[in-house]
């Protein structure tokens, strides 16, 4: 790490295989004091299950199912019925293809990474779709392949542009504001905002995570191409608990990587199913500290 972070340093003592039912899509919940996250003062649990719903939270006790493989975002009320279905099959102008990652905004916005269309969805949570964020292209403002999404504390929309190597910044309303990692980053994914503000970037084509500040600067990285210790593969996603502590799902080492508020590796957590490796392609927290992972028995597709 080539900056420190403040925040509450995590230990983990133990480690743990999770291992998952034989039926994808379901999951169960294992006590932190099963896998050796005691210390961690964000997540308290982790829950295992299929890669078929990657689930997100609001603040308001809602929850959004993204469906890649059916091409839409199904909205849960707090008491887990249906509210809403965003998206459908196709390259229209409410659809999806092969969505990759959401994220909420600002005045109810959700954020769709509409991957095969290159350009992002966007919606409101009762299903009305608002409009579209970017085109297939090279230029500022155009995507190819958009893969993940986040928000920063400013309301300002954060695309990681996989093909072209770059995040892109819009406003919450969709304004191009200009581009971050270019020339640094090498298949960027996954995003997450730290407690801090800080924007934590996957570069999977680097094995590691990229750190800048709310003024779109490098201040520091963690982890590294290798399969021990510290070591990354193919990381897909990160998430960020309210500690600073960051969890990130290398989908070819099949495991969770946990660093700490400062950077520090901290654990590697492997995953199984039926006694062979299972994929991590998806992480979330709940509000009520969760750490769900969406995972598929071998490597991903």
């Given amino acids: 790490m ?23 899509a379901a999951s169960f919940i294992l006590p932190v004091a099963g896998t050796g996250c005691a210390g961690s003062p964000g997540a308290t649990a982790l829950q295992v299950g299929g890669r078929d719903a990657l689930v997100y939270f609001d603040t308001e006790g809602q929850v959004l199912e993204l469906r890649p493989r059916e091409h839409r975002v199904v909205v849960r009320g707090a008491d887990g019925a249906e509210v809403a279905t965003l998206g459908g099959f196709g390259r229209g102008a409410t659809e999806l293809n092969g969505p990759a990652a959401l994220a909420l905004g600002t005045q109810g916005r959700v954020y769709v990474a509409d991957r095969g269309n290159h350009r992002v969805q966007v919606y409101t949570r009762d299903g009305a779709h608002v409009g579209q964020v970017g085109r297939a292209g ?26 072209n190597h770059r995040v892109q910044v819009f406003s919450a309303e969709g304004t191009w504001l200009g581009t971050f990692g270019a020339g640094e980053l090498q298949l960027p994914r996954g995003i997450a905002v730290g407690p801090d503000g800080h924007i934590h970037v996957v570069d999977s084509g680097n094995a590691r995570v990229v750190v800048y500040d709310a003024a779109f600067q490098g201040v520091g990285s963690y982890g590294h191409f290798g399969r021990e210790g510290s070591g990354m593969m193919w990381p897909r996603t990160v998430v960020v608990d309210s500690a ?6 290398d989908s070819t080492c099949n495991a969770v990587h946990v660093f700490d508020a400062a950077g520090d590796f901290v654990e590697r957590i492997p995953l199984q199913r039926e006694s062979r490796p299972a994929a991590a392609v998806h992480l979330a ?3 009520t500290g969760e750490l769900k992972v969406a995972a598929r028995a071998g490597r991903p597709e």
């Fill in 2 to 24: 080539n900056t420190t972070f403040p925040g509450m340093t995590l230990h983990l003592e133990r480690r743990h295989f999770l291992r998952l039912s034989a039926v994808g």
């Fill in 138 to 163: 090279k230029e500022a403002g155009q995507f190819l392949h958009p893969t993940g999404l986040g928000v920063d504390a400013q309301g300002r929309l954060l695309v990681a542009d996989s093909l």
């Fill in 244 to 249: 600073g502590t960051a969890y990130v799902a």
């Fill in 285 to 287: 927290l709940s509000p």
